[in-house]
């Protein structure tokens, strides 16, 4: 299993978040990690676009560091293969935090 892989598995298997998870990630890793909370999802999950609804109301949303915020009140993991982050993607990053307040 690569970073991304782990990464992706432990955000999903964290347990008692209340808030919708959002788990931003690297444009060059965003289609690994879709595939990730894909096959992890429990039966039944409902995915529409980059969002899924888990059969008991959790959603689960995959975006990338440069789109914007999509909603407040969020559990947000990063999730960028060990990559070193940009600065432009440490700006976007402090978008998403102040924004999961």
């Keep these: 299993m690569n970073s991304v892989q782990e990464c992706t598995c ?3 298997d964290k347990k008692g978040r209340e808030k ?5 990630a690297d444009p060059a890793t965003i289609a690994q990690v879709r595939a990730m909370v894909g096959i992890s999802v429990p039966p039944e999950s409902v995915c529409f676009g980059s969002t899924w609804t888990t059969p008991d109301g959790k959603m ?7 789109e914007d915020p999509h909603t407040a009140g ?4 990063v999730c960028n293969g060990g990559k070193v982050l940009t600065e432009d993607h440490r700006k976007d990053l402090a978008r998403w935090r102040n924004a999961a307040k």
């Design 10 to 12: 432990r955000a999903l």
């Design 20 to 24: 919708p998870l959002i788990i931003v």
């Design 60 to 66: 689960i949303t995959v975006a990338r560091y440069d």
């Design 74 to 77: 969020f559990d947000l993991e």
